[in-house]
DNA sequence: GATCACGCAACCTGTATTGTTACATGTGTT
DNA sequence: AACACATGTAACAATACAGGTTGCGTGATC
């Protein structure tokens, strides 16, 4: 199954965003990650209403950060993303009337459950600051290449 | 994102050949989960070939288990079904060369195999047959309906 | 030898995600 | 005021993929 790459993406564009004194437009973006502006937009829009970033038309306008970065954690982007479903496993039906398969969803729900706790947990803590100095890192260990 | 359910429906499957003295005709097993005796053929397939159920043709052929339910565990059947990827989350490509696109794919990555190393090892620790007592409890609850 | 059941490959379908087009609205420049 | 730039959004098209279907082969039982 394919995976949903939107966090990591919006991850990636707030970094380059903080990078960027700049308003980057949705084209500038767009090619950056390899998809086009009507999508970029799209999956903002979430990040906009949250209030995460703040968008500008006409001349020198586009995208540009309302807040910093280290304000804002993993988890507070996967929420504005509206949630996207965690697993690409998961049970049969909503509401089994077989008992055997209650037990099963009951059992693998558990588990799916728990892992989302302590996934979303982990997310909570790290903030996208922490991985634009991991990106400071890796920039130092490349001769500064931007 | 669309989740894969063949999981579920395998540990559904297990269960119920344990209830059943009798080989289960794939066209009966179909039937309970709402799928296709072919659909079913490919995914029982993995269990077969390690070696969890055995199939047979001809009369009174069709599927049974090839060993008792406490010795197969949730995690055993996952491996069984190839793996199967277990988030809908994930990167954006897997060799970027953009360096800030690296260390988002990098603090992504570790939260999710984090994530999916607890989650394996909590299925390693549940059998099926851990399951099939739950239904016992449940069918108990419900006045012993099959 | 007729029927039953699995094995498997090739193809079709339904649907969710992503991409595209088109047009409206707002903003800054000339 | 006219124009170029940029976002906002709806409607539609293309794509990807899990699941479903058909068809034929093989082996087992009656």
Redesign the pocket.
């Known amino acids: 199954?394919?995976s949903?790459?939107?966090l990591s993406r919006m991850l990636h564009v707030l970094i380059h965003m903080d990078q960027h004194e700049a308003?980057?437009?949705?084209?500038m973006?767009a090619l950056m990650l390899?998809?086009?502006?009507?999508?970029l937009?799209?999956t903002?829009?979430g990040l906009?209403d949250k209030g995460y970033v703040q968008?500008?038309?006409?001349?020198?306008?586009?995208?540009k950060l309302s807040r910093s970065l280290d304000e804002i954690s993993l988890l507070d982007v996967y929420l504005a993303l509206g949630e996207?479903?965690v697993f690409a496993l998961g049970p049969t039906s909503d509401h089994p009337s077989c008992l055997v398969e209650q037990a099963v969803n009951a059992a693998v729900g558990d588990a799916l459950r728990e892992a989302e706790t302590h996934l979303l947990g982990r997310f909570a803590k790290v903030t996208i600051a922490d991985i634009a100095r991991d990106f400071g890192v890796r920039a130092r260990d490349h001769g500064i290449q931007f």
């Not at 308003?23 to 084209?27: G, I, N, Q």
């Not at 500008?56 to 995208?63: D, M, T, V």
């Open positions: 199954m394919r949903d790459s939107r308003p980057l437009t949705s084209e973006i390899n998809t086009n502006p009507v999508v937009r799209r903002m829009a906009r968008s500008e038309k006409g001349h020198g306008g586009g995208w996207p479903s």
